[in-house]
């Protein structure tokens, strides 16, 4: 959890946020998609995060990409915006969050692939005809239109 949603939710408690992050789409030269499984839902994701006071969004995606796989971005591209109930989390703890998420893509990075963070237990590659049928539940809720992108790889 980030410096300010912990901030935030001493005044708020688990009540509804609303904030703003990124979704990351990582693509290799098999035009394969990293996932992450997540310790929290215990369901496949893909990377990202809340973005932090004073961040760009294109910031917040090399970041978090960072922070939860070791790779360093080499460049980004904003793909989407998702938000609305699609985007609504609650996580097993009870806090409820509505994310502004931008997806972004990412096709040059380097680094060694390993878990940095507490919020994973694998990260794996996969075809995109061939994702987990375990998906996070706001990703099973955004999959036909992240699917998009996927196809047009």
Request: charged share 30%; aromatic share 12%; with cysteine.
């Amino acid at each position: 959890m980030s410096d300010y949603i912990r901030f935030l939710r001493n005044y708020v408690g688990s009540r509804a946020l609303l904030t703003v992050g990124s979704w990351i789409l990582v693509i290799n030269d098999k035009n394969e998609v990293l996932m992450q499984f997540r310790s929290d839902f215990h369901a496949w994701d893909f990377p990202g995060g809340t973005m932090e006071i004073n961040e760009t969004i294109e910031e917040s995606a090399i970041r978090e990409l960072k922070e939860e796989t070791n790779l360093e971005a080499e460049t980004i591209q904003i793909l989407d915006v998702f938000s609305g109930e699609d985007i609504y989390r609650k996580y097993p703890n009870g806090d409820e969050l509505y994310v502004i998420s931008v997806l972004c893509e990412v096709r040059k990075f380097h680094g060694d692939l390993h878990i940095n963070d507490g919020e994973s237990t694998q990260l794996k590659w996969f075809k995109f005809d061939e994702l987990p049928e375990n998906l996070a539940p706001v990703t099973q809720r955004c999959i036909e239109r992240i699917r998009k992108y996927l196809v047009e790889l």
